[in-house]
C-alpha cells in the first residue's frame, strides 16, 4: 500500500455532506475507492464547479472552512478559485475512503523565465494502492479534467488534453502539451504537506493585496464537451481540443449574466454590487 511515511492523510470531517456534494456534481456511480471513481470525480466537480473569483473581485472575503465551501460551492450553486475547490474536493475524497494529502505549488504559467513566485496554488496527491496521483480541480482555464500518476513520466491524456509530470532540481512539474507550443510548466511543486493555515494565509494575499490578478479582473472557467470556456473581464472564449479558439466581446449586464449562469453554471443573484462592477466592465469593453 501507499506509504505515508512524509505525512498522513487528514481525518474524514464528520459535517461533510457527501450525499450533498455527489448530487451537486452529479456523480450517480460506483463509490469503491479506485481509479475509475476518482477519475469520475474528479471530471463530475470541474464540469459542474466553476473557477470563478467573483468575491474577491467585489471586495467580499473568501472563508476556507469547510462549511463555507459547502454553503457556497455546494448549496449556494457558486465556484471558488484553487483552495476553495480542492479543499473540498479533499473532504469528498477522504469520505469516499482516499488516503489524500494537501501540496502547494510555485505557478509558472504565463510567468517570465526566471521569476520565482511564492506557493500560491493548492493542489491535492491521492493515494490508490501502490501508487500515487496529482488531482487539481482548481487551476483555472488549464485545470486538470483527470488525475495524473505521479510516477509516469511520459504524456497523460486527460478529457481535455495531453499532460505530464516530471521530476527535476528537487521539484516536480505538472506540464500541458500546447501542440504547436510544445510542453509548458502550469507549476512546480514539492511533496511537503501543507495545513489549512498555510492556505489561509496565501489567500489572504490573493483576495487582499492590489496586485493580485484576483482584484483586478473578473476570471471564470469552466470546461465541458465542446472545450473549455474562458471569462477574463469583456473576453469569453472557447478553447476547442483542435486548438482554435471563439471569442465573444461581452457589451452589457445582461450579457455577463447569462455567460455566468449558461458557459459557467453559476448563480451570481445574490451577490450585491455584481451589476454594477459588470456595468464598468461594459462600458470599457473593446471595439
Known sequence: MWSLSYGESLPVNPDFDLEAYLTRIGHRGPRDADLATLAAIQHGHTHTLAFENLDPWLGRPVALDLAALQHKLVWQRRG????????????????????????????????????VRPRTHMLLLVGLGDDRFIVDA????????????LGRRGPQATPHGRF????????????????AGGWTTLYTFTLEPQLLADYEMTSWYLCQHPDSIF??????????????WTLRDTQLSLHRADGS???TTLRSVDA???ALATRFGLDASPLDGLDARLAVLAANAPD
Not at 469528498?92 to 501540496?103: E, K, Q, T
Not at 482548481?138 to 500518476?149: E, I, N
Open 80 to 115: 471558488g478559485y484553487c483552495y476553495e475547490h480542492n479543499l473540498l474536493l479533499g473532504a469528498a475524497l477522504r469520505a469516499l475512503g482516499y488516503p489524500v494529502i494537501d501540496l502547494a505549488a510555485r505557478v509558472r504559467w504565463n510567468m517570465p523565465a526566471g521569476l
Open 138 to 149: 482548481g487551476f483555472g482555464g488549464r485545470t486538470l479534467t483527470g488525475p495524473l500518476a
Open 164 to 179: 505530464r509530470v516530471q521530476r527535476g532540481d528537487g521539484a516536480w512539474a505538472v506540464q500541458v502539451d500546447l501542440a
Open 215 to 228: 482584484r483586478q479582473s473578473l476570471v471564470a472557467a469552466r470546461p465541458d464537451a465542446e472545450g473549455r
Open 245 to 247: 479558439v471563439e471569442t
Open 256 to 258: 455577463f449574466r447569462d
